[in-house]
């Protein structure tokens, strides 16, 4: 009797471990999605990860803010995009939390170096905008 209770047990927790309920799973395992914010692309090898958290309109330009995460430091900026034009305005930056972020008096415009995290931010906006 006791070797089948320790039996029915065995069979009834190996039949529980194997069951998987697909409500709790992503819809979605390849999104570039995160709790920070979308992954945006490199076109270069570097071991920091920037992630785009909003994008909205500022006149004729568009206002992003977005992050870099490496293993040093977690900062975060806004920026101004004329996607007609392929330049940015750096806006305001902080570090560790988006509220630390500092808006800057003076800002001019700057153009686009090939490889670099704002090309690849600039180019990543402008594409999800149509523009």
């Not at 920070?36 to 992003?64: C, H, M, N, T, W």
């Not at 500092?102 to 990543?124: E, M, P, R």
């Amino acid at each position: 009797m006791k070797l089948t209770y320790t039996m029915f047990f065995a069979v009834l927790s190996l039949t529980f471990l194997s069951c998987t309920d697909d409500s709790t799973k992503s819809s979605n395992t390849n999104s570039t999605k995160t709790p920070e914010g979308e992954l945006i692309p490199r076109s270069s090898q570097e071991s920091a990860k920037y992630y785009l958290i909003s994008v909205e309109a500022d006149g004729e330009f568009l206002r992003s803010t977005h992050s870099r995460v490496s293993s040093m430091s977690h900062g975060y900026s806004i920026t101004r995009i004329d996607c007609k034009a392929k330049r940015y305005q750096d806006l305001g930056y902080g570090e560790n939390k988006q509220s630390n972020i500092k808006i800057y008096k003076k800002t001019q415009w700057a153009n686009l170096v090939n490889g670099s995290s704002k090309y690849d931010l600039v180019s990543f906006v402008c594409s999800r905008n149509n523009q």
